[in-house]
């Protein structure tokens, strides 16, 4: 099946910094990527559906200016969390579809801010 | 509004059968995923229904009612590595997923 990478898994800063966080289709492209987060014992909540060559399209509720998202190619999108808080820390995933009714998820990264 | 309901948690026996059930209520339907969940890790796709019927897929069979809204997920011969959350999501209009709570299901020897 197809891989999603993420870099990195695990990741601890300081409040008030920035973290960048990658996401890879590694064997297919993949024009749309999907983020979204976890927080402990809660289910996934989309943050923004990432569009190569276009502005990614965030929920209602999340910060576009907080959560930075730029899909630079047909393989790429990373996700920065600027200003980070320790109300950041979650697991982070991204996925992306090769077909229409299967998603790839990435491994996820683990952000935790102190 | 978009709703999917499952259980919160669920208790089983290592060989026995686990059915999770799933109802949904979504803007346009195009399809009911279960994905599988071991904490800490991301989730890991386990099957997708569109149209009514059961699919069956080695242990793991999902069934799908679309005049119901209704889903399940049927785990047979258990094991302790079945021990995960459950998530079922179903896709929308816009081809968007709309993701369950997940069900935590516990396998005890």
């Known amino acids: 099946g197809a891989v999603v990478s993420q870099h990195p898994s695990w990741v601890i800063c300081k409040s008030g910094t920035s973290v960048k966080i990658e996401c890879r289709s590694l064997?297919?492209?993949?024009?749309?990527m999907f983020w979204y987060r976890q927080f402990p014992k809660q289910s996934l909540m989309l943050m923004a559906t990432?569009?190569?060559?276009?502005?990614?399209?965030?929920e209602q509720g999340v910060e576009k200016d907080k959560f930075l998202i730029n899909h630079a190619s047909l393989t790429l999108s990373t996700l920065t969390v600027t200003s980070a808080h320790p109300e950041d820390s979650s697991f982070y995933i991204c996925?992306?579809?090769?077909?229409?009714?299967?998603?790839?998820f990435g491994p996820g990264t683990r952000l935790t801010v102190t | 509004g978009q709703n999917i309901d499952q259980p919160t948690e669920m208790t089983a026996t290592e060989g026995a059968i686990v059915q999770i059930n799933c109802t949904y209520q979504t803007s346009g339907f195009n399809g009911l995923f279960w994905y599988q969940q071991h904490a800490g890790e991301a989730p890991t796709f386990l099957s997708y229904n569109v149209l009514d019927g059961l699919e069956e897929k080695g242990r793991f069979s999902s069934f799908l009612s679309r005049s119901k809204g209704y889903s399940y997920l049927l785990l047979k011969e258990l094991q302790m590595k079945d021990s995960a959350s459950y998530l079922c999501?179903?896709?929308?209009?816009?081809?968007?997923?709309?993701w369950g709570a997940g069900t935590k299901l516990i396998i005890k020897p």
């Open positions: 990432s569009n190569e060559g276009s502005k990614a399209t965030y």
């Open positions: 999501a179903a896709m929308d209009s816009n081809y968007q997923l709309i």
């Open positions: 064997d297919f492209q993949a024009t749309t």
């Open positions: 996925s992306a579809p090769d077909r229409v009714y299967e998603q790839y």
